[in-house]
């Protein structure tokens, strides 16, 4: 299999391929995968494809039926897996990748709600209208990245400020709905204004990169492992109590 990074048209396809996910399911788009990728490599802690994978196909914790097609599922497994790659490779050899976002169109107006929209969906629609146009295009990729540490909460649950800074400065661009919520993001927008959709994205893969950095001694670290019982030398009394020697008994194999 190719380890190389995934072209444009293969992202597109990628793309594709997860929109054809069987109903009711409501799986990632390509934006959010990007994210949740991410928020899977940064976790604190080393997590496999088969643990991962299956979140990507409905966003609320369904499965995939045991009848899906065989070939589109082999196929999404093996462009999600280069991307994985792909972006593990950029964190831990360069700190840098460049992230699926959407296109910014400034012009660009949410369609109207249906006039029986219920008073959750207004109230959705404002919340999601009070966020500026940059927030607009980086907030698929970030609900991806939330998806992960949903799906995994150990990131979150790290007591480490610095973790909990850094993701505040990700969320920012996810819409706020409690006033501390509210609190947080009017601090990061009065402290660390961003000037344009390229600064928003390279604090967004520095915040990233920075949060890896923090989880990779927990994510690497090797448990020692400890004796209940003290070391038996050789010439030792065996002990399954056989009289002998543990050399010429269980040892000496």
Known sequence: MSTQDLTDAEFAELDELLAQTPEPL???DASMLDGYLCGVLVQPRLIELDEWL?????????????????????????LVTRRHAALNRGLVEDGWFDPVVLEMDEDAQPEPLPADASDEEREQRAVYDALGPISRVLMPWVAGFQH??????????????????????????LPAETPEEKEVVATLNREHPLKDLDDAIEELVVTVADIADLTEAERYRVDTI????????????????????????????
Request: contains cysteine; proline residues 10%; hydrophobic residues 30%.
């Open 54 to 78: 299956p979140n990507i196909f409905d966003y609320d914790g369904g499965t995939l039926p045991d009848e899906v097609d065989a070939d589109w599922l082999d196929r999404i497994t093996e």
């Open 26 to 28: 409501n799986p990632l």
């Open 226 to 253: 400890r004796r209940d019982q003290p070391k038996v030398g050789r010439n030792d009394p065996c002990p399954c109590g056989s009289g002998k020697k543990y050399k010429a008994c269980h040892g000496s194999n």
């Open 148 to 173: 992960a540490a949903l799906c995994f909460p150990e990131l979150a649950e790290l007591p480490n400020d610095d973790v909990a800074a850094a993701l505040a400065r990700l969320y920012r661009h």
